[in-house]
């Protein structure tokens, strides 16, 4: 779990983009779309439609909108046809970045992808030409009034493998085919459930010491944050706790 915290000290600019109500509700919408789309409209059978429609009701969606998204998926009503598209390059600093996408026009995302890496000194990659170094997992964000040891102790026994402690929210680690499980057992302990999600953890961290460095890549970060078509962007920076306080 090597430099999780660090890279999570970072993910607060994430929480930022996404407070944008519109953006927000385009990305779940399309979640919901592509979910529905490979695996069917009812959410009982499919785990991924759940989560996405879970996703959507803690920031109050409205419900005409999740029942419109899922019409999309399979077919009911017409719409744009999404696919996901995952991309990999490095950053400024050689700092390691995968972008997951959901697109209904994927040379334009390649392009508008490349550009953003470019433009920041950085380069899109081949496939696995990252992710070698990240592992990935699911994630359960939570709000609780539970003590860090608290909380701890009941994720464990939900299947947990760990739990990041963040100011507002904190976050259940577990492995992917998990998720599931993790989050209802979670629910019935009576944490509060903000989200669910798939992601990936890096295994090495980069050190990003250069507060000009720390700039670009946390624009470039920005940047696709703000791209319609990204769904989530991690990366594998580690930087200085100097840095985080002279960027905040």
Not at 10 to 37: N, P, Q, Y
Not at 175 to 185: F, N, Q, V, Y
Not at 199 to 222: G, Q, R, S
Request: aromatic share 6%; proline share 2%.
């Amino acid at each position: 779990m090597a430099g999780h915290s660090k890279w999570a000290n970072i993910k607060h600019r994430k929480a930022v983009v996404d407070a944008r109500r519109g953006k927000l509700f385009t990305r779940i919408s399309r979640e919901i779309i592509v979910a529905a789309r490979l695996g069917g409209g009812d959410p009982e059978a499919n785990a991924r439609l759940r989560f996405a429609i879970t996703n959507a009701r803690s920031v109050s969606m409205p419900l005409d909108n999740i029942k419109r998204a899922i019409q999309r998926g399979t077919g009911e009503i017409e719409g744009a046809i999404y696919e996901e598209a995952v991309f990999e390059g490095y950053g400024p600093g050689g700092v390691a970045v995968i972008v997951s996408c959901t697109t209904e026009n994927r040379n334009r995302t390649v392009a508008d992808i490349r550009a953003t890496f470019s433009k920041y000194g950085g380069n899109l990659g081949e496939t696995n030409s990252v992710a070698w170094n990240f592992t990935y997992l699911g994630e359960v964000e939570v709000r609780t009034a539970l003590t860090e040891e608290q909380l701890l102790e009941t994720a464990l026994e939900a299947g947990a493998d760990d739990v990041i402690i963040g100011e507002e929210t904190s976050t259940v680690v577990c492995a992917p085919d998990t998720l599931g499980r993790c989050a209802s057992s979670l629910t019935e302990a009576g944490i509060d459930v903000v989200e669910t999600r798939f992601t990936w953890i890096p295994t090495t961290t980069v050190p990003v010491t250069d507060l000009e460095t720390a700039k670009k890549l946390l624009k470039m970060l920005d940047v696709f944050e703000e791209n319609d078509d990204v769904q989530n962007v991690v990366n594998n920076a580690s930087i200085d706790d100097v840095l985080v306080d002279a960027l905040s």
